[in-house]
């Protein structure tokens, strides 16, 4: 299983990004998505997740900034992530749990990582 994730890039504060990450490869089902961050000399920290029946968790930090979604048929999760502020730079990564055929446990995959940089 490959997650490619993109958009990333440079923005300034107040403005906004869209990330992206599309799972590809042997899936059957994908239990779960989500997104992470991680600053410079700072662990990597969950920002937002997505479970396949719906439910949604936010970070303190982002809830009525960000938004989590996922389009089920492009196996693909989305972060909408509006009114930046310097303190969301960071690389951000997608995890997904995904159960694959013929596979009797879930397993969890990342991908490369995209960054994200708030300055004027």
């Known amino acids: 299983v490959q997650l490619q994730a993109s958009g990333g890039g440079l923005v300034q504060p107040g403005g906004s990004l869209r990330l992206s990450c599309a799972a590809s490869g042997s899936i059957f089902r994908i239990n779960a998505m989500y997104w992470y961050r991680q600053a410079p000399g700072k662990q990597r920290e969950l920002v937002a997740g997505i479970i396949s029946d719906g439910r949604i968790n936010y970070a303190n930090s982002v809830k009525g900034r960000f938004t989590i979604s996922r389009d089920n048929v492009q196996n693909t999760v989305y972060l909408q992530m509006n009114i930046l502020t310097p303190e969301d730079t960071a690389v951000y990564y997608c995890?997904?749990?995904?159960?694959?055929?013929?596979?009797?446990?879930?397993?969890?995959?990342w991908g490369q990582g995209t960054q994200v940089t708030v300055s004027s």
């Open positions: 995890n997904a749990n995904v159960r694959s055929p013929g596979v009797s446990a879930n397993r969890n995959y």
